[in-house]
C-alpha cells in the first residue's frame, strides 16, 4: 500500500485520513493542517518524508506562469525544497487544468454563463492561465495583486497591466518592510478597499480559504470559483448567500481531493516524478477516472442574469421632474426650456435607474440598469444618426462596465438611421431593438382588445374566435410578420400594399405555411375596409392617410405598429366608436424594483420586456436589429416570454394606457353606431299612401 500525505497551511479541523483503491492500486491518503503555522509545515513535511511515499503540499503553487515569462513563488519553493528523499507536489499543473475545465465547463453547461460577467481575481499572477480563459467571454477583470501583496490601494484591470506588474512585483516585495502589510491601518485600508471591490464583482476567485473571513455583504449572491471546498465550507457559502461555488476539485469516496492530494495519489500510483508527468497523461487519468468539475448550488439553484436598457426622454415635460428644472421652468421664458433641451442632447448617459426581483418560473432572476441618454425625440430627428450613435455606443460603455450581458434600446433611439444595425456592429456588447416583442404585444393586445369588446359572436366551443382582419402596409418587414401572426387566428386576412407583386408573394409564402388560410388582397385600403373587425397599419407612410377612419365599422381594433404612427391623435379623436391600439405592455414575472417609468408596477414596453427576455433565456446575441423583422423571431420571442412567466399588462393608445372604463365606453357608442345604421329608415307619408294605392291596384306585385 502507498501511503499519500498531504500537509496544508489550511485548519486541522479538515484533517482526514483514508484508505482508497486508485487506479488499480490502494493509496492510503492522510490531509494534515498546519493552522497557517509555516514553522509547523517544515516540521510535517520532515516528519513524514520518512513515513510517507509522495507529500502533497497544500499552499500556493511553487512556479507559474504569467505572458512569457516563469516566476517562482520563493516561499512554496522553500517548502518543497526540505523534502529531499521523496516526490513532494502543490498540484500547480494539475490545479491549472481542472480550474480552466470547470470554468469552460460552467460555461457550456449552464449557457453563456461568463458573459461579460464581472470578475475579480485575489490573484492574477497564480491563475494567470485561468485569467486568460476568462477573457475569452468578459474584458470585465480586476486583479487584487497590488492590494494584497503590498498594500496598494489599486486594482489592474487587464492582462497586460498584470504582466507589468508581476514583471517588477517581485522586486518590490524584497523592499518592504517587515509588518508593513499586517499593521492596523494598511490592513484595515486593504480589507477596505478589498471588500468594496468584492460587492461590485459578480464572480470571485480565490482560494478558498482566503474567503472565511468575508460574510454576507461581500459573498451573498456571487459565485465562487475555487478549489477543495468540503461540507463544512459548503455550508459556511450557503449561510453567507453565495449563489454558485465552481470548484475543480473532485469527489471521490465522500471526500474532496484538493490538486495537491490527487497529483500525490497520481504519482504514487504511475510511479513517475512529478516533471515526468505530462498533459497527455493527466488527460488519460482524468478521462480513466470520470472525474467532473463540481458546480454546487449552496441554497438551491440560482441564476442571475443582467441586461440594460437605452432611454431617453420623450419631451420638455420629463426635464421637470428634476427639482432644480422644475422650478425654473415656472419663472422662466420658454426660450429657457428649448436652450436647455439642446444642451441636455450632448450629455453624457447615466444610470437612471436599477432594476431587480425579475424572477421566471424557471428559477432564472434577471437584474438590469436603465440607461438614459439626454436626447428628447426632436433633438434626435434634429441631428444627424451618427450623433446618435456616439451617444448610443457610450451607453453600452456604462452597460459594459457594470456587467451588462445584452443591451436594448427604446424609443427613437431605436429608429434613427439603419436601425440599430450599426451600434450592433460597434457596441461592446449585443443589442436588440425589442421591434420582434413590440409587434407580438401590438397584436397581442389588438386580440385581447377584440375579446373585451365582446362585439363577435362567441365560437363553437373549442373553436377560434372568427374574425375578418386587414394588415394595411402588409409587403412591409412588420406588416409581413403582423400578417402572418392574424392568418393564425382571423377567418380571413385581407392585404393591402402599392405593391401588389410582393403582395402575391406574400400571399403564396403564407399559404405554404398555412394552406388553410384565407387570404384577400388589394392595392387600396379603402375596399372592404366597412367589413374588418380589426386592422393593422404598418406603413411607412411618415404621415400620410393610409386609411379613411371615418369609413371604420364602428367597434373596429384598429393597431397601429407604425413609427411614427399612421394614425395622429386628431385622426384618432375623430371616431370614438373605434378602439386604436398603440401598443402592448407586458406584465415581468417576480417583484420588479425600478424607478417609474410612467407604467404600473411590475409592468414594461415590449421593447424592454424583450430585452429581459433574451437575459432571462441567455440569448446574449443580437437579436432585433435594422428595419427588417423576422416571422420566426417573432414567434420565438412570443414562446420564450411565455416560458419566462410574461403575460398582457395592459393595452395603450395614443393617450396612454386603455381602463376596462375606457373599452367599456367604446363599446356602448360602437353598439348604438351600429344600431343607429340597422334602424328602419321613416317613410314619407305621401310615400305611405302611394304604396298602399299600388297594392290595392296590384295584389300579385304586392306578394313579390
Not at 73 to 97: F, Q, Y
Request: hydrophobic content about 45%; overall charge positive; some cysteine.
Amino acid at each position: 500500500m502507498k501511503n499519500v500525505v498531504s500537509i496544508s497551511l489550511g485548519s486541522r479541523d479538515q484533517d482526514f485520513e483514508l484508505a482508497v483503491p486508485f487506479m488499480g492500486q490502494q493509496i492510503n491518503v492522510r490531509r494534515l493542517g498546519a493552522d497557517g503555522n509555516t514553522a509547523r509545515a517544515v516540521k510535517l513535511l520532515k516528519h513524514w518524508e520518512k513515513n510517507a511515499d509522495v507529500l502533497g503540499l497544500g499552499v500556493l503553487k511553487d512556479s507559474y506562469n504569467v505572458g512569457s515569462r516563469r516566476y517562482i513563488e520563493k516561499d512554496s519553493a522553500r517548502m518543497t525544497a526540505v523534502v529531499k528523499r521523496i516526490p513532494v507536489t502543490t498540484g500547480g499543473r494539475l490545479n491549472d487544468i481542472l480550474q480552466e475545465w470547470a470554468l469552460r465547463h460552467v460555461q457550456v453547461k449552464l449557457g453563456n454563463y461568463f458573459n461579460n460577467t464581472k470578475v475579480l481575481f485575489f490573484s492574477g499572477m497564480t491563475n494567470y492561465k485561468l485569467a486568460q480563459c476568462m477573457m475569452e467571454y468578459t474584458q470585465n477583470l480586476q486583479f487584487a495583486d497590488p492590494l494584497l501583496q503590498l498594500g496598494v490601494p489599486k486594482l489592474l484591470t487587464s492582462l497586460n497591466a498584470l504582466e507589468l506588474y508581476t514583471s517588477g512585483a517581485h522586486y518590490v516585495s524584497d523592499w518592504a518592510l517587515p509588518g508593513v502589510m499586517s499593521s492596523g491601518p494598511v490592513k484595515e485600508w486593504t480589507q477596505f478597499v478589498l471588500r468594496k471591490a468584492m460587492q461590485k464583482a459578480t464572480v470571485v476567485v480565490a482560494a478558498v480559504h482566503e474567503l472565511d473571513e468575508f460574510g454576507v455583504e461581500e459573498l451573498a449572491g456571487k459565485t465562487i470559483i475555487t478549489s477543495s471546498v468540503n461540507d463544512e465550507r459548503l455550508q459556511r457559502f450557503r449561510d453567507k448567500g453565495v449563489n454558485l461555488v465552481i470548484d475543480g476539485s473532485p469527489s471521490m469516496h465522500e471526500h474532496v481531493m484538493g490538486p495537491n492530494i490527487l497529483d500525490a495519489m497520481i504519482i504514487a500510483a504511475t510511479g513517475k516524478a512529478p516533471q515526468d508527468l505530462l498533459e497527455d497523461d493527466y488527460l488519460e487519468i482524468i478521462t480513466d477516472l470520470q472525474l467532473e468539475p463540481r458546480i454546487l448550488y449552496p441554497n438551491g439553484f440560482k441564476r442571475v442574469n443582467r441586461f440594460a436598457f437605452v432611454i431617453h426622454p420623450l419631451s420638455q415635460e420629463y426635464f421637470k421632474q428634476v427639482k432644480p428644472i422644475e422650478l425654473l421652468s415656472q419663472v422662466s421664458p420658454p426660450v429657457f426650456m428649448n436652450s436647455l433641451e439642446k444642451v441636455l442632447a450632448y450629455a453624457p448617459p447615466f444610470v437612471y435607474s436599477r432594476v431587480s426581483g425579475i424572477k421566471s418560473p424557471t428559477g432564472v432572476e434577471a437584474e438590469g440598469w436603465l440607461i438614459s441618454v439626454g436626447g428628447t425625440p426632436r433633438e434626435i430627428m434634429a441631428h444627424s444618426p451618427e450623433f446618435t450613435y456616439r451617444r448610443l455606443l457610450a451607453a453600452a460603455d456604462v452597460a459594459k462596465r457594470l456587467g451588462a450581458q445584452i443591451m436594448g434600446l427604446g424609443a427613437f433611439t431605436k429608429v434613427v438611421g439603419d436601425a440599430g444595425l450599426t451600434v450592433a456592429k460597434r457596441a461592446p456588447l449585443p443589442i436588440t431593438t425589442g421591434n420582434s416583442y413590440s409587434a407580438s404585444g401590438a397584436l397581442w393586445a389588438a386580440h385581447d382588445a377584440v375579446l373585451r369588446m365582446r362585439l363577435l359572436a362567441p365560437p363553437p366551443k373549442g373553436q377560434k374566435v372568427q374574425f375578418k382582419a386587414m394588415v394595411v402596409g402588409a409587403t412591409g418587414a412588420i406588416g409581413s410578420v403582423c400578417a402572418r401572426l392574424l392568418a393564425t387566428t382571423a377567418e380571413e386576412v385581407y392585404l393591402v400594399s402599392p405593391e401588389t407583386a410582393k403582395l402575391l408573394a406574400l400571399k403564396e409564402s403564407i399559404l405554404k405555411e398555412m394552406p388553410d388560410a384565407r387570404l384577400f388582397l388589394s392595392a387600396r385600403a379603402d375596399r372592404n375596409i366597412a367589413e374588418m373587425d380589426m386592422i393593422v397599419t404598418a406603413t411607412s407612410g411618415a404621415g400620410k392617410k393610409v386609411l379613411d377612419i371615418m369609413k371604420v365599422k364602428p367597434g373596429c381594433v384598429i393597431t397601429d405598429v407604425a413609427r411614427p404612427l399612421d394614425l395622429p391623435p386628431q385622426e384618432v379623436a375623430k371616431r370614438p366608436d373605434v378602439l386604436v391600439i398603440e401598443s402592448g405592455e407586458i406584465l415581468l414575472p417576480g417583484d420588479v424594483q425600478m424607478k417609474n417609468i410612467g407604467l404600473p408596477k411590475n409592468v414594461a414596453y415590449a421593447c424592454l420586456a424583450e430585452t429581459i427576455v433574451l437575459a432571462l433565456e441567455g440569448r446574449f446575441e443580437n437579436f432585433t436589429v435594422g428595419r427588417g423583422i423576422e416571422w420566426e423571431k417573432v414567434r420565438e420571442i412570443y414562446r420564450l416570454g411565455l416560458k419566462h412567466g410574461m403575460k398582457l399588462a395592459a393595452i395603450s393608445g395614443v393617450n396612454g394606457v386603455f381602463s376596462d372604463a375606457d373599452i367599456e365606453r367604446v363599446r356602448k357608442l360602437a353598439l348604438a353606431a351600429r344600431a343607429k345604421k340597422v334602424r328602419p329608415a321613416k317613410v314619407a307619408p305621401s310615400a305611405r299612401r302611394a304604396s298602399t294605392l299600388r297594392k290595392k291596384a296590384s295584389p300579385k306585385l304586392a306578394a313579390v
